[in-house]
């Protein structure tokens, strides 16, 4: 079970995400299907048929006018908007949070290649963007950069491009509105920090105590001369 975190309401087992949203708001602005996935360059059938899915779950989000070459218009309903309204409280939420909820591990380079390099840390060796002509340096990584796992269910290295791992032990969790910033032991002067969903914290089974996997891309991950 994969516990990042992304933007998302769930209703009837539907999940509500960004580029639900974004689809919702083409509409809007462009009063048609039709044209809103042809501006996002998406299926008109594919876009036609998840609004009737989204619909099925959270209610009547667009009002149509049928007719015309171009498949008619269409607007948006009060619902959709109040919809879109708590989807941008949730992100809002989620991004003061990760902007506050940071790790920095001390490290050394091990090795380049281009603007990627291997840092040995306290918590083990990191791959993360490092600054040319540099040996010590101080990796930073933000809280939502960070996914959790069960160690029975962690993805294989060559079906994720998060390939940084650390097993950690859950510190402590500060629940929010919509999501939990959860507090790792990695074994480091300096804990990891992750965002993760109220669903995913349960079904995860997330507590002091508890034993995960934290993995994270090295394209998230930069360093900074010390």
């Known amino acids: 079970m994969d516990a990042g975190f992304a933007a998302r309401l769930r209703a009837d087992d539907v999940e509500f995400t960004e580029r639900d949203a974004n689809?919702?708001?083409?509409?809007?602005?462009?009063?048609s299907i039709y044209k809103a996935s042809d501006e996002l360059g998406r299926s008109y059938s594919r876009c036609h048929q998840?609004?009737?899915?989204?619909?099925?779950?959270?209610?009547?989000?667009?009002?149509?006018?049928?007719?015309?070459?171009?498949?008619?218009?269409?607007?948006?309903?009060?619902?959709?908007?109040?919809?879109?309204?708590?989807?941008?409280?949730?992100?809002?939420g989620f991004s003061s949070v990760a902007e506050t909820a940071e790790a920095v591990l001390e490290g050394v380079v091990l090795d380049?290649?281009?603007e990627l390099g291997v840092v040995e840390t306290e918590a083990g060796q990191v791959r993360a963007i490092v600054p040319p002509a540099c040996e010590s340096v101080q990796v930073s990584l933000r809280a939502d950069a960070v996914t959790l796992h069960?160690?029975?269910?962690?993805?294989?290295?060559?079906?994720?491009?998060?390939?940084?791992?650390?097993?950690?032990?859950?510190?402590?969790?500060?629940?929010?509105?919509?999501?939990?910033?959860?507090?790792?032991?990695v074994g480091a002067g300096s804990p990891l920090f992750a965002l993760v969903t109220e669903d995913s914290k349960q079904k995860l089974g997330l507590e002091p105590g508890k034993q995960v996997i934290a993995s994270f891309k090295a394209t998230a991950t930069r360093a900074t001369s010390r």
């Open 23 to 31: 689809l919702l708001r083409a509409v809007d602005e462009i009063g």
């Open 50 to 92: 998840r609004v009737t899915v989204l619909e099925e779950a959270f209610g009547t989000l667009v009002e149509r006018q049928r007719g015309g070459s171009d498949g008619g218009g269409s607007t948006l309903t009060d619902q959709a908007h109040e919809l879109l309204a708590t989807f941008d409280r949730l992100q809002i």
């Open 112 to 114: 380049r290649t281009g």
């Open 150 to 185: 069960d160690p029975e269910d962690v993805p294989a290295e060559n079906a994720t491009s998060a390939r940084n791992r650390f097993e950690g032990r859950v510190s402590s969790i500060e629940k929010g509105e919509a999501i939990s910033q959860v507090t790792l032991d």
